[in-house]
């Protein structure tokens, strides 16, 4: 199956929507579903880290963990899952429009692993088409009226 792909035009530049779409202590901002998030180890982000995730899926809160598998500030950044049952691969590009305006793209695939190889056909891959363009541009919202950071 394709990936789900949800892309936006935010009125930012490149390097703040990368900065706010890559923070996972922003994620519940704007992610369906997302109870907490952060990275396992402190200071600047760098591939094989882990970023921790709570989500409340059916109810209950599940800890998820993936892995940064690549990062290009302000341009690309990725994450792989690497456990439980439903096993998520996001890609997430950057693109500068003009020097204020960008265009943000995600895409989401799935693996499922046990139960997960029923579960993501019948319903984690329906539930992220309804979820990432609400979640785009829920993150195009709260970065458009969020105050701008100082300039250095």
């Not at 009125?11 to 900065?19: M, T, Y």
């Not at 109810?59 to 899952?81: F, K, N, Q, Y």
């Not at 692993?113 to 329906?126: A, M, T």
């Amino acid at each position: 199956m394709s990936p789900i792909i949800a892309s936006a035009e935010v009125d930012r530049p490149a390097a703040e929507v990368f900065a706010y779409a890559t923070d996972p202590t922003r994620f519940r901002e704007w992610q369906a579903g997302v109870i907490d998030a952060r990275m396992d180890h402190p200071g600047p982000p760098q591939t094989g880290i882990r970023c921790l995730t709570t989500r409340r899926i059916g109810g209950a809160d599940r800890a998820v963990t993936s892995e940064l598998t690549h990062i290009d500030p302000p341009r690309t950044w990725g994450v792989r899952g690497i456990d439980g049952p439903i096993r998520a691969t996001v890609d997430l590009t950057v693109d500068p429009l003009t020097e204020t305006r960008s265009r943000l793209t995600i895409t989401v695939d799935f693996e499922g692993h046990g139960i997960g190889k029923l579960l993501v056909p019948l319903v984690v891959r329906r539930q992220a088409q309804k979820e990432m363009p609400a979640n785009v541009a829920s993150l195009k919202r709260h970065i458009e009226t969020r105050q701008p950071p100082p300039r250095a």
